[in-house]
């Protein structure tokens, strides 16, 4: 069950947007067991006849819940998202959840995890906040929101992006009743146990975009070398980052995250540059750099994200620190090179070091380790209930996906009964954001059936 706490209408140009809390139990299993509160925007389009519709039909329309990726990222303002208006005009209200812990929806901190007591408590707590619990949460807040509506309307659309699609999966898996149809973009989930083979098979991809990288860029074989040699000189963890985080080799790897997304190679090479030229016209870092490098590795604001993605994985498993155990496989990404060898950088993976290297990871190391070594990880998704499912799935998989394996993606995409898939190899993870047209497209065109 859920109640909503408070609501309060705003305007946005053509936007009619709607500020929503809700109360939702902390465990569903357990009602009695107390309640955190959840936030929402709900949006549609802004009645600007003379004489407004009040009907309440024109209240009615179908819902389409956006569930965002991550783990852990809120939600932006509707006016935000280039694709809202895309929807609202096809005749749908829109809702945009900041999933639990994120956002105005109880968020977790290193300040506000530490408030629910000792490390086994604080462990506990973030359990509740894979996508079990937050399809759970979109239940009780989709019938509260239609609570007085006929049963014919009462389901909802739902909208992946990348988690958001894990979450959509496990949606499909133990609660399709409340489904009308399901849009997944590069979040088709593995439906696997364990990381390992997840990290096994991304490791692969983010080679292939560090080759990408140095190919477009091969003068940043030696500039990524000379900040290399400078930190090291210097000593990993002696140059302090305006987040009060320590810059180390290792940390600078990170801004390979952005190597998966549309335009990721050049901003890249931006910060080489700029972190190449400091060292080399002054001996340093400048403030600047060491912000833009900052910026570019913010784990901190994503404290979920750093603790719960492996675990996002798991089922009767214990991650145990996937992706540092499985990097040894790959001598690609040694350190120490020859001078004509390139330094590879690294993708998403989190790895236990970031709880030493990054201010506000540290305050939560303990509680990390106690979560990476845990095996009582409850089923995120019910292969038997994807074989039979009978709600609408239109997905967009990615072939160069870094973040999301293509070929386990389409391994459950044949699993679930039904699921249509539009596939490119010209597009990346945030096609989405970056190509939203053409996903679009696509994607209702597989639900409108005009594919021969």
């Known amino acids: 069950m859920s109640s909503v706490a408070a609501a309060k209408i705003v305007s946005q140009r053509k936007l009619s947007i709607t500020e929503h809390f809700f109360d939702v139990p902390k465990y569903h299993s357990k009602p009695e067991g107390g309640t955190i509160r959840v ?4 949006v549609k389009k802004r009645d600007t006849a003379i004489v407004p519709d009040s009907s309440k039909d024109k209240e009615k329309l179908p819902w389409m819940c956006y569930l965002q ?7 932006r303002a509707p006016q935000h998202y280039n694709f809202t208006q895309t929807i609202l005009d096809r005749g749908y209200q829109l809702l ?4 639990r812990g994120t956002g105005l929806s109880t968020p977790l901190t290193a300040s506000t995890l530490g408030m629910r007591g000792n490390t086994d408590v604080q462990a506990r707590h973030l359990k509740l906040h894979r996508a079990d619990s937050i399809v759970k949460d979109c239940e009780a807040i989709r019938q509260a929101l239609t609570a007085d509506w006929p049963e014919e309307k009462k ?10 699609g894990f979450c959509s999966i496990t949606y499909l898996s133990f609660h399709p009743e409340g489904l009308r149809e399901s849009f997944i ?17 991304l490791y692969r991809k983010v080679i292939q975009r560090n080759e990408a990288y140095y190919a477009k860029f091969p003068e940043d074989v030696a500039r990524v070398k000379i900040i290399m040699n400078y930190l090291s000189r210097f000593g990993d ?6 987040s009060e985080g320590t810059l180390t080799r290792r940390r600078f790897r990170q801004i390979g995250i952005n190597l998966g997304f549309h335009g990721g190679l050049d901003m890249v090479h931006d910060i080489v540059l700029r972190a190449a030229c400091d060292v080399e016209a002054f001996g ?17 604001e994503h404290l979920i994200y750093a603790i719960l993605h492996e675990p996002l994985y798991c089922e009767g498993h214990a991650p145990n620190w996937s992706a540092r155990r499985l990097m040894s496989e790959y001598r690609v990404f040694d350190l120490e090179k020859a001078d004509d060898e390139p330094i590879y950088f690294t993708g998403e993976m989190i790895y236990p070091w970031m709880f030493e290297d990054y201010s506000e990871l540290r305050k939560v190391q303990d509680t990390a380790n106690r979560i990476s070594s845990d095996s009582d990880w409850p089923a995120l998704w019910d292969e038997d209930q994807l074989a039979s499912n009978e709600v609408p799935v239109y997905a967009a ?5 870094m973040y999301v394996d293509y070929d386990l993606g389409m391994e459950t995409a044949r699993k679930i009964k039904g699921c249509k898939v539009f596939s490119t190899n010209v597009m990346f993870h945030d096609g989405m954001r970056s190509k939203m047209d053409e996903v679009f497209k696509q994607a209702f065109a597989l639900r409108d059936d005009v594919v021969d």
């Open 39 to 42: 936030f929402a925007r709900s």
């Open 69 to 75: 990726g991550g783990p852990g990222l809120p939600c």
């Open 96 to 99: 945009y959840l900041d999933q």
């Open 155 to 164: 389901k909802w659309s739902i909208i992946g992006q990348s988690f958001g």
């Open 185 to 201: 973009f590069g979040g088709l989930q593995p439906l696997v146990k364990s990381p390992d083979e997840v990290y096994r098979r």
């Open 237 to 242: 963890g002696k140059i302090k980052l305006p």
């Open 284 to 300: 340093h870092l400048t403030r600047g750099t060491l912000s833009t490098i900052d910026q570019a590795t913010s784990f901190d």
């Open 397 to 401: 998989s990615y072939v160069e996906d």
